[in-house]
């Protein structure tokens, strides 16, 4: 128990510094474990279970929310290819030319060696760009979508990577796994009686370490890469959505083990610390590599650099091949310090940059000639909102009850937007109008600008960080309209006001307003309740004239010098 307290009370404190220091927990995380390590501390026996345990439970909720048909997207597997083929090239020349520069490591080490460690650096990692996506809600954007598409094919080429170098390859056992296919219609069916709360969760966990790791494991194949096909083969399921966000905590819990065990890889020395560091140089190569070539796709520059941007990091795979290499003495047991140093370092850069990643993006992006709409990729061409009087952004449940209510009470020309297809798809077959596109673009907004009958924007999206930056680019495009915002909690409420918002609406306090509402109807009659809000609503008229402040844990919060958007848009949650 001394031990663990150590190392917790060693993660927390170096994850509270790297908040302080504005960069994400994560990299606390990665400092503590080279610094227990640094200590002379032993890794707990439990610390990779831990760390197996949460990469396991990420990418089975990958799989729950993976269309499979993106793999088969030519922007996604044309550019995995690519990048992987050029990415080889440039680490082979790189290490090449630190050889000549005179590290003993790299002297006379031949072009196979090169080659296989350009292959280690050629992958990104999962966890980490999986975190930044959902720190964004950004998994169901397209340039999101075509990032873990890549990772999973890059992750596949891994796999196979690893079966033909392995001592010990899968099993002819292994080809029995086609059975998950029609086991997985039975294990919809359980889960459709599960229900909710901690038994789905456990559900789920049961799943994904049952059916999905053991049994891949079991036939010589990776464990985690069977939690993920288990995920995909679910996917599609109504409470997918809800089982994913029941194991985010636990996921997130465990994967604190993963980051710190990566300090644990092997002995720093001064030569490994510094090719480590030195291999940084080619993650910005990297990223321009994978721009041009989603761009040469037809997408638009700020959704290749924004892909390019997320990716530029090294794998936690890339140290499993190393370490796969040093088995078969294919490689010197110091090149897994030596990624060990060099995935840690890009986790802190790329932490660093995808931190402003949407502004640099959009910086970057201007730099660069356009291409007409019609070039596009039809995903990527820019919607015309003419006509639309107000913009719902996020069609979750609270977006719907805002547009009805719009339409219903008010009359107005309402249109929805959704950056998930599928969700786009059948809110159209339900009669809603709904363009598919990404809130957060600053394009989108210079389009909303120029359309110039929208007069009210409502931020229905079920992040507060992707409302705030809807709400950062819709005010740098011009927009002089309303803006009203949804929130989940009390600081999340005055920022959004702080940040230009006409009116926040508090979700909890909303939704009892809204409770309070149905019970006066019930009890009172539908005619008394209807005289009471009238009466209430004089006097929150009256109390208008009075200046305005933010709203505390009550329900809606106010901008200086603004009038509500609209008293009745509440949604549910």
Partial sequence: MGTAAIFLVATVAAGLGAVLLRLPPLVGFLVAGFALHA???????????IADLGVTLLLFGIGLKLDVKTLLRKDVWFTTVAHLLVSIAIAVGFLGLLGVVGFSM??????????????????????????????????????????????????????????????????????????????????????????????????????????????????????????????????????ATELSRNLFT????????????????????????????????????????????????????????????????????????????????????????????AVAASFVLSSAVNTRGNELATALARRFPSKPNEWLHREERLIDVSGAEALVLGMGRVGR???????????????????????????????????????????????????????????????????????????????????????RYDDDAAELARHGADAVFHLYGTAGQALADEAAEAALGYVAAERMRDAQAERRVTATEAPRTAAGSGGRAHGPDHEPATEQVTGTT
């Fill in 39 to 49: 200590a002379g501390l032993e890794a707990p026996g439990y610390l990779e279970t």
């Fill in 106 to 239: 790299l002297a006379g080490e031949g072009l196979g060696v090169l080659a296989l460690l350009g292959l280690a650096l050629s992958f990104s990692s999962t966890v980490f760009v999986v975190k930044v996506l959902d720190g964004r809600s950004d998994q169901s954007a397209l340039y999101g979508r075509i990032a873990i598409g890549v990772l999973v094919m890059q992750d596949l080429i891994a796999v196979v990577f690893l079966s033909v170098a392995s001592d010990h390859p899968p099993s002819p056992w292994a080809l029995a796994l086609v059975l998950l296919v029609p086991g997985a219609w039975l294990l919809r069916r359980i889960w459709s009686r599960v229900g909710h709360g901690e038994l789905q969760a456990l559900f789920g966990v049961a799943v994904a370490l049952g059916p999905g790791y053991a049994l891949f494991d079991a036939v010589g194949l990776k464990g985690d890469l069977g939690a993920l096909v288990l995920g995909m083969l679910l996917a599609g399921h109504p409470a």
């Fill in 250 to 341: 636990v996921k997130e819990l465990l994967l604190v083990g993963f980051f710190v065990s990566i300090g644990f890889s092997g002995q720093l020395t001064w030569q490994a610390g510094m090719i480590g560091l030195l291999l940084l140089l080619m993650l910005p190569l990297q990223a321009i590599v994978t721009a041009v070539l989603l761009r040469l796709m037809r997408l638009r520059k700020r959704t290749a650099i924004l892909a390019g941007l997320v990716l530029a990091n090294y794998s936690e795979f890339g140290l499993i091949v190393v370490a796969v290499g040093s088995e078969s003495g294919l490689l010197q047991d110091e090149w897994l310090v030596v990624l060990a140093v």
């Fill in 401 to 487: 009850g805002a547009v009805r209510q719009l339409r219903q009470d008010y009359g107005m020309n309402v249109v929805g937007v959704e950056h998930d297809p599928a969700r786009v798809a059948a809110l159209r077959t339900e009669g809603f109008t709904v363009v598919q596109a990404d809130a957060t673009d600053i394009e989108f907004w210079g389009r909303v600008r120029s359309a110039g009958a929208v007069r009210l924007a409502i931020l229905a999206m079920p992040f507060h960080a992707a409302n705030l930056i809807a709400l950062s680019q819709l005010r740098a495009s011009g927009f002089e309209g309303t803006v009203a915002a949804v929130a």
